[in-house]
């Protein structure tokens, strides 16, 4: 081809992409949609999005365009909810609108519509119903899920002692701990913490945990459509899942066996009796293959997230022994050394619960939420929704919000306490979010972490590795969630 012929090929083709990228903007102006940045053509906002820390690069749009804006990630349309006023008004106000999961391409290949954290419509409703209930009545069996936690807690000290007093790396046993109580739950039994299976499931939860926090699964959810051309990691964290969930189908198996529907045992007993009782409905939404899904939801969800708000608050109580001070002084004089520590100390313990309830806010261990998406078309504010819209209802800005969080990039458990001491709620604190999508197990998390930390710090005073004014309490990158670091410290009989 000669010059003249290349010049016009690539004269035509600057004009045919020109006329391409005004009428996709204009596309999107003719939608009453709140206001955000010009999108590119199938690239949409990526650009101008930092993939190792999208909360920060999403807080400086909010900045610009206010707390409700538009940004397209690739194709995707997404509009996203900065603040408490905002989120509230939609998830609480609106909930039955904005209930609906959106889609996160690589989770949707992992569950393929089954499950309790991903599933949608009537599936998700019959599912997160039953797990609630299940939960809430677990009076299953001879032991409560209180004693369960006892145990598990307990046991971690057993652990730790083992240490004697040596700089320990606390990732591996502060994930057994919580792994166990859902193994608890859902099998009716845990596993000693060198049990090889144990071990090598521990091994895949981490492994996956790491893998969704790297930027390139950023990359994947946000530009599904080139996932061809990208690493193959995505395809190690579905290997690892399916192993997960192969064991969850041996364990169903099992149950099956010895199944006595008037005495169901664990969850997975109570769900093969609700399948057995709705064997002849046909808007059952009971199977085996919702079971083994959502049995994963809970057992990944229900380790890493307490796993990491463990191991982030042991870092943070390093990093000011005056905190840890006043929580020794607290359980000294509350329990003592004698008594194993109960979920109904937490009323006499004002100062562990603010604690518990400021680690949580300070680490924001899931800062971007899950993604909802709306039901149907709905006037919202000045703005016109569309059906199918994915929202970011952002959950960052509203534990850092400074109005309800004097200097909130401090960790100070006076957040939550009042003038006299006593606990404080704030309705700010949403580390579970908020609605009818918030987290299935907010009343397990929050009873683990008060009796783990409780335990912990009864039976042990923390040293840290040189000196705690130098600990480092950041991670390296933002992603799925707030990795913490990786650390020693020394766990001295107390």
């Known amino acids: 081809m000669d010059l003249w012929g290349l010049n016009t090929t690539a004269l035509l083709t600057c004009v045919l992409f020109l006329i391409f990228f005004f009428l996709w903007n204009q596309g999107f102006k003719r939608e009453k949609l709140p206001p955000g940045p010009i999108p590119l053509p199938f690239l949409g906002n990526i650009m101008q999005l930092n993939l190792k820390n999208i909360t920060e690069s999403f807080s400086q749009l909010a900045e610009k365009y206010g707390p409700i804006y538009t940004v397209y990630i690739g194709t995707l349309r997404v509009v996203v909810l900065h603040g408490y006023s905002i989120t509230k008004e939609a998830l609480l106000d ?73 700089p320990t ?16 739950i859902l099998f009716r039994d845990r596993f000693k913490y060198n049990d090889e299976k144990f071990l090598y499931l521990m091994n895949l939860l981490n492994e996956n945990f790491h893998l969704f926090n790297k930027p390139w699964a950023q990359l994947y959810n946000f530009l599904p459509a080139f996932r061809r051309y990208l690493p193959g990691e995505h395809k190690k964290i579905l290997k690892n899942i399916d192993e997960i969930k192969r064991f969850i189908l041996e364990r169903i198996k099992e149950h099956q066996k010895t199944l006595d529907l008037n005495n169901p045992q664990d969850y997975i007993d109570c769900y093969l009796s609700k399948m057995h009782q709705e064997k002849d409905n046909p808007q059952s939404q009971f199977d085996l293959e919702n079971l083994t899904m959502t049995a994963a939801d809970l057992f990944a969800a229900g380790t890493e997230t307490t796993s ?10 390093l990093k000011h022994p005056e905190v840890k001070a006043k929580i020794h002084e607290e359980i000294d004089r509350v329990i003592g050394h004698n008594r194993v520590p109960s979920i109904k100390d937490r009323q006499d313990m004002p100062y562990m619960d603010a604690v518990v309830h400021e680690v949580q806010r300070f680490i924001d261990l899931i800062p971007l939420n899950l993604p ?5 078309d ?52 949403l580390p579970f979010s908020i609605g009818k999508r918030s987290c299935l197990g907010e009343g397990l998390a929050r009873m683990e972490l008060f009796l783990f930390f409780t335990t912990i710090l009864q039976n042990f005073t923390l040293k840290s590795i040189g000196d705690p004014n130098e600990i480092n309490i950041k991670t390296n990158h933002v992603g799925f969630t707030n990795v913490p670091p990786h650390y020693q410290l020394c766990f001295l009989p107390h």
């Open 378 to 429: 709905i006037q919202f504010q000045q703005y016109v929704l569309p059906k199918g819209t994915t929202i970011f209802p952002i959950l960052s800005p509203i534990l850092y919000d400074n109005k309800a969080f004097p200097n909130s990039d401090q960790f100070d458990p006076q957040h939550f306490l009042d003038k006299n001491g006593k606990f404080k709620k704030s309705d700010y604190f």
């Open 169 to 184: 790396d606390p990732t591996f046993i502060l994930g057994c701990a919580p792994c166990n109580v859902i193994c608890s």
């Open 94 to 166: 609106q909930g039955e609108i904005f209930m609906e999961r959106g889609n996160v391409p690589i989770f949707e290949e992992i569950s393929r519509g089954d499950g309790v954290v991903f599933s949608h419509g009537e599936k998700w409703k019959q599912i997160r119903r039953f797990s609630l209930m299940t939960l809430r009545n677990f009076g299953m069996g001879k032991r409560s899920i209180e004693e369960r936690v006892q145990e598990e807690a307990h046991c971690l000290v057993e652990e730790l002692r083992k240490t004697k007093g040596q």
């Open 372 to 376: 909802h998406e709306v039901t149907r």
């Open 308 to 317: 990491s708000t463990l191991r982030y608050g042991l870092l943070l109580i």
